[in-house]
C-alpha cells in the first residue's frame, strides 16, 4: 500500500526564488491547459504535452524552460486525473460526494510541485531537486522504503514541506481487545464502549483570536501590505488548530486501531449537522471526518477490520443491556434509566455499546421496540 511522510524544511533565499519561479511555473501551465479545456472537450494529457512542448517554443512562454519540465508534465497528468474525477462524478461511476470541475489556481493559495523519480534523488540526509538544488529536511523519522515521488509544497503559511511517497507493508501487531465502539461527541470526542473516553481539544482561545483577525481583514483595504500581514496571521492561526488537531487525532486513532481487532463506527451527516447554526463552528472544529478516515486507513496498515454502521441506527434509543426501546432523547438528556430492566446508562457510553453490538453483527431485539413501557431520564 502507498502511504506519505512528510517533512519541513527551510530554502534559503536563492533556494525559495528558485521555488518561487517554479510554482508560477507549474501554476501556469495548469492554468493554460484548463482554460484550453474549457473552451473545448478536454484533449487528453498526450495532446496537452505535445501543446507544452510548443509553448515552450514561443517568446511569450520560453521562461518554462528555465524549471524542470518534470513537475510541469506532472500538472498536466493531475489535471487529467481531475477531469476524470469529475466525469466519473458526472456519470455516477464514483461514489461519494459529488466532484466540482477542476478550477484556476491562485497566487495567494497554497503551492505545490511533483517530481518523479527522474527529477529528484536522496543522498547523505539531503534531497536534490532538478533545477532547484540540495535541500535539508527535518528527518523526523525514517522512510520506510525508497520514495516514488516527492511534492513540494508551500503552504498559506508560508511554510515548506516535502511530501513523500512510499510503499508500506502491513505491520502485524497482535490486538489487546477483539472490538470497539466508538461514539464521536463535541466535549468529549470519543466515548468508547470499554467506558474509555477521549475529551475534545480546547480551540477556543486560538478561535477567539481568529474571529477577531477576519473581522479585521474584513475592513482593510484590498491589495494593501497590511491587509496581507493580517492575512498571514489567519493563516498562521488556521495553522496553529488544524496542526493541533491533526496531533490529537493522529494519537488517538493510532492508540484506537492497534489495541482492537475490530473499529466500529457510525456513519454520520456532518454536512447535514454543520447547518446547525449554534453547532456548526464547534462541529468543524473537532475533524470527526478526517479521524473516520485516519482510522480506515491504519486499519488497513496494522491488518484491522474497520466497520461504519447505518447512521440511521438507534444508537441512542435503545437500551445497550435488554434491548428495550424508548425514542427519541433531547440532546440535553446525558443519562437514561431504562425501566424495562433498571440498568443506569450514560446517553454516549450507551450509543457506543450499541455501535459495537451492530458493528459485529448483533442487531437489536425488534420484539422490545413495541413495548408500551417507559424509560425515566435524567
Partial sequence: MKARYQYRFY???????????????????????LALSKACLFPGYNSLAKTLTLTKKTEKRQWLNDVSSVPLQQSLKQLEVAYKNYFDSLLGKRKGKKVAQPKFKKKTNAQSATFTKAG??????????AKI?????????????????VTVIKDVANRYFLSFVVDVKPYLVDAKNQSIGIDLGLKTFAFMSNGETANSRDYSRVDKRLRRKQRKLARQVKGSKRREVTRLQIA???????????????????????????????????????????LSRAISLQGWREFRVLSEAKSEKFGREFVVINRWEPTSQICSECGFKWGKLELKVRTVTCLNCGATHDRDENAAKNIKKVGIGHCHDSKQTGSDRKTSNG
Fill in 133 to 149: 538544488g540540495n535541500l535539508n529536511p527535518i528527518w523526523s523519522r525514517e522512510l520506510p522504503s525508497e520514495p516514488t515521488s
Fill in 120 to 129: 529528484f534523488s536522496i543522498k547523505d540526509g539531503q534531497v536534490y531537486l
Fill in 236 to 278: 498562521k492561526l488556521h495553522n496553529q488548530i488544524s496542526d493541533t488537531r491533526k496531533d490529537f487525532l493522529h494519537k488517538l486513532s493510532t492508540k484506537v486501531v492497534t489495541e482492537n481487532q475490530v473499529i466500529v463506527l457510525e456513519d454520520l451527516n456532518v454536512s447535514g449537522m454543520v447547518k446547525n447554526r449554534k
Fill in 11 to 33: 530554502p534559503t533565499d536563492q533556494q525559495q526564488q528558485s521555488l518561487a519561479q517554479l510554482f508560477g511555473c507549474v501554476r501556469v501551465v495548469w492554468n493554460d491547459a
